[in-house]
């Protein structure tokens, strides 16, 4: 049985921790939860001893002849503090050691994952920013929190991520991918575009955002920051990214392209559609019209071609950085590995994942097989099975050619 330490500090978000405990408990771990002092105004101590079915204490002073300020440190197979406040960041970051907490950060050396929660200034702080950094430099992963309503009538960047999407990354930490993307900046478009036919219409396809998803949240725990460019998605959203939200070809082209500037990967898991109507109607179009007018294509932008072509341009002009790893998606339904092949050296990417549609395999399901094949020939055979397991074979081929 895995051993999993839950800090919680003081923020409003304490009762959503309740949550990531029982998914702890129910999934079979066994939890220590060690709260600040302060934590338990917001929810006491018998709330998480019941929850967790073990002792609950927030100082080193209780229970001494079981030394708990180096046990449970030393004993957990993973940490977790959620919500982590700025005073918690701050007191880890300088390794202060003057509650149970604290002290069990500095005794732990498995990885740690905090899921900071508090007010934008807060978290935009000089102060908080600098201790991140430090915490992440340290090997630490410190989600980004998510952005929304925070306690009082005010939003932004600052609300604890959804409790189910905090366990998914520890899940994946405990699956014990190494930190290998950390301090690395990828993007990753997911979902399925739509183009505009009138204001109740659209062209459409039937990505349901379910890889690039797990590529984001296999990301986060390995580490890196992520810029997630969601395309349509009906999915919450990976605790610890970045999600822009996007609608047409055009608008993902704008997003990808403005976050790729400063990335060191891109992967392009989202079905972009190839066409949109020339023109969008701006009322709605009317059955009782006698003949329906024709709906007239033009062709969008391809984007990862395009990210393949400004990446040439600039290495060749030596003109600043462009993302050094490109990996493109294709769904195909015939002659599989030789359109990929050909579709790999076209669009002049590094990584083409391949995988055959059509039998229930691809759209909407939660697995997935794949080929993934190399610029400069290779390939890479993933069985079929969870779509986070083809994440991190992608993220290993990145982190090799980004080492
Ligand atoms: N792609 C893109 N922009 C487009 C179309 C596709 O960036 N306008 C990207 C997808 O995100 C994916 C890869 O290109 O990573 C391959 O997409 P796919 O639809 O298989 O390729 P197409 O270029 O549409 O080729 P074809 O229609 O010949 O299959």
């Keep these: 049985m895995t051993s999993v330490v839950l800090g919680v500090s003081a923020g409003i978000a304490v009762y959503k921790s309740c949550e990531l405990l029982r998914l702890f408990t129910e999934s079979g771990h066994d939890v220590r939860v060690v709260p600040t002092r302060d934590a338990l105004r917001f929810v006491g101590e018998p709330t998480w001893a019941a929850l967790s079915g073990n002792p609950v204490t927030t100082e080193v002073w209780e229970s001494v002849h079981e030394v708990p300020h180096v046990r449970i440190g030393q004993h957990a197979d993973l940490v977790v503090v959620a919500p982590a406040t700025a005073d918690v ?165 704008d997003a990808v392209l403005a976050a790729a500037d400063h990335a060191d990967a891109v992967v392009m898991a989202a079905a972009v559609a190839d066409f949109r109507p020339v023109r969008a109607s701006d009322t709605k179009i009317k059955k009782s019209a006698a003949e329906p007018d024709p709906i007239r294509l033009a062709k969008n932008p391809d984007v990862l071609a395009e990210l393949g072509e400004v990446r040439r341009e600039r290495r060749a002009a030596e003109s600043g950085p462009y993302p050094r790893v490109i990996a493109g998606f294709a769904a195909e339904t015939d002659d599989v590995l030789a359109n990929g092949r050909a579709k790999l050296e076209r669009k002049g990417c590094d990584l083409l994942v391949v995988n055959q549609v059509g039998e229930g395999l691809a759209f909407g399901t939660p697995d997935n097989a794949a080929v993934v094949l190399l610029a400069g020939g290779g390939s890479v055979e993933v069985p079929r099975g969870p779509k986070e397991d083809l994440a991190d074979v992608v993220w290993d081929l990145v982190a090799e050619r980004l080492a």
Aim: net charge positive.
């Design 89 to 253: 960041l701050a007191r880890a970051a300088h390794g202060l050691a003057n509650d149970l907490l604290t002290n069990t950060l500095l005794t732990a050396r498995c990885p740690v994952v905090f899921a900071p929660a508090m007010h934008t200034e807060m978290w935009e702080h000089p102060a908080t920013r600098a201790n991140v950094a430090t915490l992440r430099e340290r090997g630490a992963i410190v989600l980004d929190p998510a952005v929304g309503r925070l306690t009082g009538a005010d939003s932004g960047p600052g609300r604890l991520p959804d409790p189910a999407e905090i366990f998914e990354v520890c899940r994946r930490v405990l699956a014990g991918r190494p930190a290998d993307l950390a301090g690395r900046h990828v993007v990753i478009s997911a979902g399925g575009t739509r183009e505009a036919i009138d204001p109740v219409r659209f062209i459409g396809n039937r990505s349901s955002g379910l890889q690039g998803y797990a590529l984001a949240r296999t990301a986060v725990a390995r580490g890196a920051e992520v810029t997630l460019v969601s395309a349509n998605v009906a999915l919450p959203d990976p605790a610890g990214a970045k999600v822009v939200r996007v609608e047409s070809a055009r608008a993902l082209r």
